[in-house]
């Protein structure tokens, strides 16, 4: 994994997840796949093989490019902006 520019900008620690699962799928009676978690602010979105898409939507919407997995035992991140993983 690289470090992209936008992971010096995340705050430390990084944010409490605002809730545990998507609450746009929730209102929408939709399913997410998987979840995300934005690493700027604490949203938690689907992810992009989910009918919904919210955590793409979220960051379309307000710029927070770094989100991670919100899923059990992966740990990995995601830079909207680089298109990548960091």
Do not use: N, Y
């Not at 929408?28 to 938690?44: E, I």
């Not at 689907?46 to 979220?58: G, M």
């Amino acid at each position: 994994m690289s470090e992209c520019p936008h992971v010096a900008e995340l705050p430390r620690p990084e944010p409490l997840p605002l809730s545990d699962t998507c609450v746009e799928c929730l209102a929408a009676g939709s399913h997410p796949v998987q979840l995300r978690l934005c690493l700027v602010c604490g949203h938690v979105g689907c992810c992009d093989s989910s009918p919904k898409q919210h955590a793409s939507t979220h960051f379309q919407e307000t710029a927070h490019a770094v989100m991670r997995s919100f899923e059990p035992g992966q740990v990995w991140r995601w830079c909207f902006v680089d298109g990548s993983i960091v």
